[in-house]
């Protein structure tokens, strides 16, 4: 919801992203005022952050790694003193910009409050502001209108903070273009492999050497401890497939918020887009708008050529080969200025002037409207009933959490009562090891560990009820049990002798290909077979990074040039560089736009790095890193 109102230049939303808001910056009175000026685990400029603190944040942290990461999340990530480090120097950062702020004096008027939030999409019905929407929002995000300005009003203040020194990025356009002739640089070459396959036959193993490796690397070829387990589950998914709801409360709920359904205007419309960056410069500009004036001439002496004249000349990759067709869309889906041309136009088959937005110039054709309406409760009846059991559900498991862990502890010596009780399948698992990467949920630390406790394994009881997250607990309970064990020299032997014969193979492999790159750099003759030539870019799609780096890291002052690389477990390969390719910079060209916002990207971290580390100057930042280290016992 905060995106939403993060509007403000590119340079501004990098330096957003720097600092991962945990709360939606609280405000600056909240992180100045009522702490500690000590006993935390870091002081900043006479303030304090204290423990809990710590600790809530590293708990948010772990909860966004959680929902990006989904099934691979392992917790065990952020119970690393580099992860613990992170956090704290994440609220470090927040704290040295909150005061720096209130030291500055930063404010933002009522009326900027106002009109801030009255332009976010997710408050608006037909494109303007409503009450009811805002409060119905506010609420579904467990939000008081109070508390939700609070948090605003001190977000616009930090981009106010953020803005004054996003000011100071200027991107030199010689270095743009450096960037962009080497980053688009082609190299012709061709190729020729040395596998390690021909040099099999060369290798000749000693008896021993596949018992020396046995002897050497037992730990390679132990079985880890195993076991097969029965679980249970009670999340808000298994509490709502025991749930209906009435359609009479559905219906209930669809009238008692019809602003809910009511669906507004939607336009159809086709566009032209030449692409020009707002900071590319006047001339760039100027060549960008004078391309778009032209084609709308074109369109408006012909314009059953739209369709034809946007897949020719249309930068928009996404609607160009339909004709510049974008589909049907309402107000807050497209950039403001695009908006307002769109919804400008009165009939369909009208034409707008060209409208400049972020992305560049626009062309727009208006080709079919959607009046506004309110869905027929047939129509949403089954999401409202999905909503409302959503509801139900997270209210029922809460008061189901004690009693489904309570009963797992006191009839530890079996999970039936506790399915029969709260209505859940037993499930079992296939063998499991602790180490690895189990499936969920036993990718939970705390429950594979409870698992293979003393515990659970000599005396079969249930684990206690284990909170994996995302509104799920977990219990336990051993079936099988193997424990871990040596697999014999013999059954690994042919294993070991393979490995071993390759890995002498690409060493000759590997010796014969530097031999013969030596010999081709000193201009001596090599008879090679080489393979077609192809012309090849950095980032070329199907080509390993390593062979990549070491064709575009051969000197080219002399062609044709030469490269060899390693190819792990496989051999060597060599390249003949025949040619050398760098496209001159065009001002009109996505991708040079894309680089200038790359390098933007990199002076912006240097430049708020710089300001952070004054900052840290400034107020005297100390760190009791000993306190830290200690809770990652806890």
Do not use: C
């Not at 200027?170 to 743009?176: L, N, T």
């Not at 492999?193 to 046995?214: H, I």
């Not at 050398?580 to 996505?590: G, L, T």
Request: proline letters at 4%; hydrophobic letters at 40%; a neutral charge.
């Amino acid at each position: 919801m905060f995106d939403a109102v993060r509007n403000n230049k590119k340079v501004v939303q990098i330096f957003l992203l720097m600092i991962t808001l945990p709360f939606a910056f609280f405000g600056v009175e909240s992180y100045v005022k009522n702490v500690g000026s000590g006993g935390g685990v870091a002081t900043i400029g006479g303030t304090s952050i204290q423990l809990g603190e710590f600790q809530q944040a590293m708990r948010e942290q772990q909860e966004r790694m959680r929902a990006a990461l989904g099934s691979n999340f392992n917790p065990a990530m952020m119970d690393t003193p580099e992860a613990r480090r992170a956090v704290l120097e994440n609220l470090v950062n927040q704290r040295l910009l909150a005061l720096d702020a209130q030291k500055l004096r930063l404010s933002v008027s009522d009326v900027t409050l106002r009109e801030t939030i009255a332009a976010v999409p997710a408050f608006q019905e037909n494109g303007q502001f409503s009450l009811p929407r805002y409060e119905a929002v506010l609420k579904a995000q467990g939000m008081t209108q109070p508390v939700f300005e609070n948090r605003l009003r001190h977000d616009l203040a930090l981009q106010q903070l953020l803005g004054a020194v996003a000011e100071g990025v200027m991107v030199p356009q010689g270095s743009v273009d450096q960037v962009y002739a080497v980053q688009l640089e082609e190299r012709t070459v061709s190729e020729v492999r040395l596998p390690a396959s021909q040099f099999a036959a060369a290798v000749k193993l000693g008896d021993d050497a596949a018992r020396k490796f046995y002897d050497a690397e037992r730990k390679r070829f132990e079985m880890p401890a195993q076991l097969k387990a029965e679980y249970v589950v009670l999340s808000k998914d298994a509490v709502a497939e025991q749930l209906s709801i009435a359609e009479a409360d559905v219906r209930k709920e669809y009238d008692a918020h019809p602003e809910r359904f009511s669906q507004g205007e939607e336009r159809r419309v086709s566009h032209i887009l030449i692409q020009a960056d707002k900071s590319a410069g006047d001339a760039a500009l100027k060549t960008a708008k004078e391309k778009a004036e032209v084609l709308l001439k074109q369109v408006a002496a012909k314009p059953d050529d739209f369709a034809r004249l946007a897949r020719e000349n249309s930068q928009d990759p996404g609607s160009a080969e339909k004709g510049g067709d974008l589909g049907f869309f309402g107000r807050g889906a497209m950039v403001k200025e695009f908006e307002d041309a769109a919804f400008g136009l009165k009939k369909e088959g009208e034409l707008s002037g060209v409208v400049q937005s972020d992305f560049g110039f626009h062309i727009i054709k208006l080709t079919a409207v959607k009046a506004s309406k309110t869905r027929p409760f047939d129509e949403v009846k089954g999401e409202i009933a999905a909503e409302l059991k959503r509801n139900e559900a997270a209210r029922k498991y809460a008061e189901l959490v004690e009693g489904f862990t309570n009963t797992v502890y006191e009839q530890a010596d079996s999970l039936k009562p506790t399915a029969d009780k709260f209505k859940l399948a037993i499930q079992t698992t296939d063998w499991l090891a602790q180490s690895g990467n189990p499936p969920a949920p036993f990718n939970n630390e705390k429950l594979i560990g409870e698992l293979f406790s003393e515990d659970a394994l000599k005396n079969k009881r249930n684990t206690n009820a284990v909170d994996v997250g995302n509104g799920t607990l977990v219990a336990a309970r051993v079936l099988e049990y193997k424990a871990a064990a040596l697999k014999s020299f013999e059954e690994v032997k042919p294993v070991i002798e393979k490995a071993l014969a390759n890995e002498e193979a690409v060493k000759l492999a590997e010796k014969d290909g530097e031999a013969k790159l030596a010999q081709l750099v000193k201009g001596d003759a090599v008879a090679l077979q080489w393979g077609p030539s192809r012309a090849i870019s950095r980032s070329e799609p199907g080509v390993q990074p390593e062979l990549l780096r070491a064709v575009f890291r051969a000197s080219t002052d002399k062609l044709p040039a030469y490269a060899g690389v390693k190819v792990p477990g496989a051999g060597y390969a060599l390249y003949r560089i025949e040619k050398v390719s760098r496209p001159a910079a065009k001002d009109d060209d996505p991708r040079r736009a894309a680089i200038k916002q790359q390098y933007a990207r990199v002076l912006a971290e240097q430049d708020f790095g710089a300001y952070i580390a004054a900052l840290r100057k400034r107020y005297d930042v100390k760190v009791n890193y000993s306190l830290l280290e200690e809770q990652k016992d806890k």
